[in-house]
């Protein structure tokens, strides 16, 4: 039987080879998607991580939920961070799909002039993954402009359900799985929590 030493030792071993093996140095993309609550969250919070270093940002929210969110009246003025909302309300309590469309190619248009910007070393572009739902944006060149990106850009793309070709090209994708959630034991949507 190995000792508890021992078999530290075997796993800082393989630790040590894996971290020697990594020695690319570029941004990547990260997918944050499922049903449950830490997606655009989990964004803001490696943003926040990112302007901490001393790095340029820009957040795009393809969907407006709520204006005046936390992490929205924090951010706004921080001179490393522009933030762009777009959209019109939750998609279930929208009623014109032209304006909608029209809000979406807008956003798009924001996203992929950041996507040439060597400057911004993080893009969130929250919820952005409805806009392949609902067709309101074609993901070919979706695709191409990330393919295309400038090396060191990092981007977070949130929403639920991811379509197949972003998958294909992200480099980390982490599933929020809903285990449970407050709401359904008829907790109120709080401020500092939900929004
Ligand atoms: P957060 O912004 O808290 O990280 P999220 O980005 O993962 O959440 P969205 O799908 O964007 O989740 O939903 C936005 C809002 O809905 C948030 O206020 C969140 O707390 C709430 N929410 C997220 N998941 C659930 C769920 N499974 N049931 C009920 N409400 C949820
Ligand atoms: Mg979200």
Redesign the pocket.
């Given at each position: 039987m190995k000792t508890h030493q021992e078999r530290m030792a075997k796993k800082k071993e393989v630790i040590d080879k894996r971290i020697a093996s990594a020695t690319e140095e570029r941004g990547v993309l990260i997918l944050l998607k499922g049903?449950?609550?830490?997606?655009?969250?989990?964004a803001f919070g490696t943003m926040a991580r990112c302007v901490g270093h001393g790095k340029k940002a820009a957040v795009i929210q393809f969907v407006k939920?709520r204006t005046e969110t936390g992490e929205y009246k924090l951010f706004r003025d921080h001179a490393l961070i522009d933030w762009h909302v777009m959209g019109h309300g939750f998609t279930w309590e929208t009623q014109d799909k032209e304006q909608d469309i029209a809000a979406a190619k807008k956003a798009w248009q924001i996203a992929e002039a950041l996507l040439q910007d060597d400057r911004y070393e993080m893009l969130v572009f929250d919820?952005m993954s409805y806009m392949f739902k609902y067709k309101y944006l074609e993901l070919a060149p979706v695709l191409e402009a990330l393919k295309n990106r400038p090396k060191n850009q990092n981007v977070m793309i949130?929403g639920?359900v991811m379509p197949e070709g972003l998958e294909e090209i992200a480099d980390t994708i982490s599933s929020?799985r809903?285990e449970r959630?407050a709401?359904r034991l008829g907790v109120k949507?709080q401020a500092g929590i939900?929004?």
């Open positions: 049903n449950g609550k830490g997606k655009s969250s989990s939920g919820e949130t639920r929020i809903d959630h709401f949507a939900e929004y």
